[in-house]
């Protein structure tokens, strides 16, 4: 089982910055890939970001260029830095991990998310 836990998120202006973090606790055996979701008010959960196990990132076309995954395998750990914020960035934030075990194999789980507010 995997528990993940995300924070960092918060009120700010168009063009600032705001820095996610995700931490993993429990038991794995691999973590297959880490990913950033968000969903907005009435809308769907989308991909963001996310890093795979050799550490190959992918973003969604409206978030390139303006933020970056990347992890602290030490730490367990999965950062989004989000730079150039513009108000439809506004959602929850959910962090994301496929990971591997003897005893179940590949599951998905979710974080409870953080709610990231762009507003001028």
């Given amino acids: ?6 924070s960092g998120g918060g009120l700010v202006q168009p063009g600032e910055s705001l820095r996610l973090a995700c931490v993993a606790s429990g038991s794995w055996r691999y973590i297959n890939l880490m990913a950033w979701y968000r969903q907005a008010p009435g809308k769907g ?7 795979t196990r050799e550490g190959r990132t992918t973003y969604d076309d409206s978030v390139l260029g303006r933020f ?5 395998i030490a730490k367990d ?14 959602a929850i934030y959910y962090c994301n991990t496929n990971a ?5 194999g590949s599951l998905d789980y979710w974080g409870q998310g953080t709610q990231v ?3 001028s």
């Fill in 1 to 6: 089982q995997v528990q993940l836990v995300e």
């Fill in 45 to 51: 959960r989308d991909l963001v970001a996310r890093i």
């Fill in 68 to 72: 970056t995954i990347s992890r602290d």
């Fill in 77 to 90: 750990t999965v950062y989004l830095q989000m730079d150039s914020l513009k108000p439809e960035d506004t």
């Fill in 100 to 104: 591997y075990n003897y005893e179940t």
């Fill in 117 to 119: 507010t762009v507003s």
